[in-house]
């Protein structure tokens, strides 16, 4: 049994190492509630453009455009939005998971037909442990999302695809539902999946053909859908990018929250069992005082 000193040795390095997990609760707390604030204020704009861009396509079916072609997939890259840090629960590991079974279903393309983009410094490290080679690095975005490096990451991907050196294009990120859910998803990026936009409500696309015979469109259509699909993609990779820093937070404030609680409880079992040995030593104690006195009676 541990001695009474070791067990207190334990309990204030305990008490200690709580301090340090609440403080990094607070200060994951705080950069959860500017992060949510900031995918909260996107989204409307993001879906809104979205919502457009659904309209305009569904309209007029005749319009083609490379980003809503499929074709036969010989080339592929994959986003992937991870973080810098460490202690967020399983938030990196789950990510790197995924990854690997993203990128073992199209092992048979080849290695050099899959181009990755990891986001975040232990997906980067997870690419290096494993001998894979990234297109770039992007670990300063996974810290603070950046609009600008968004857009120059979007435009290297719709340029590769438009050239035909990547033919689809995946993206792999945490999308940010509350403090205590974040949802791991796979999505494509590139081409457009229209089917599961159609697939939304019939009568939402009666509504939008019937509206949209109702205006003129100033350039022409394809001038502006031009235009609009390219935002469309730079805004999508940007909600991306907030949802996977939001998630990355609120799995770091439970995490820290959870350690915190564990703390709590390992000091009470630790109090209990220091109560025990401390109750038993002096009860040996008084045993040997009686047990002396009573050898001196006789």
Do not use: C
């Not at 997906?123 to 609009?147: F, N, V």
């Amino acid at each position: 049994m541990a001695s009474l000193k070791e067990i207190k040795n334990r309990i204030g390095s305990v008490k200690s190492t709580k301090k340090i997990t609440s403080a990094m609760k607070m200060i994951a707390s705080s950069k959860l509630h500017r992060a949510q604030a900031a995918i909260s204020n996107f989204l409307p704009y993001q879906q809104k453009l979205d919502s457009i861009l659904t309209n305009l396509l569904s309209s007029d079916t005749s319009y083609e455009s490379p980003f809503i072609q499929k074709r036969e997939t010989k080339r592929i890259a994959i986003v992937t939005f991870a973080s810098n840090s460490s202690l967020a629960g399983a938030y990196n590991s789950n990510v790197i998971k995924e990854f690997n079974a993203t990128y073992a279903k199209r092992t048979e393309l080849g290695k050099e037909n899959i181009l990755l983009y990891p986001v975040g410094k232990k997906i980067a490290d997870a690419l290096k442990k494993q001998a894979l080679t990234a297109q770039g690095d992007y670990r300063e975005m996974a810290d603070k999302p950046s609009y600008q490096a968004v857009q120059d990451l979007a435009k290297e991907l719709i340029a590769k695809y438009i050239a035909r050196e990547i033919d689809e294009v995946i993206l792999i990120y945490h999308h940010f539902v509350s403090t205590g859910v974040q949802k791991l998803l796979t999505v494509p990026f590139l081409p457009f999946d229209l089917d599961q936009k159609h697939g939304s409500a019939n009568t939402a696309e009666t509504d939008s053909k019937t509206v949209q015979t109702d205006y003129i469109l100033e350039p022409s259509k394809e001038e502006i859908l031009e235009s609009l699909i390219p935002t469309v993609l730079y805004s999508r990779l940007y909600a991306a990018l907030l949802d996977a820093n939001a998630s990355e937070h609120a799995a770091r404030t439970m995490a820290m929250q959870i350690a915190s609680d564990n703390a709590d409880e390992l000091v009470q079992d630790l109090t209990i069992q220091y109560n025990k040995s401390r109750q038993q030593a002096v009860t040996n104690e008084l045993l040997d005082i009686i047990g002396g006195a009573s050898a001196l009676q006789g």
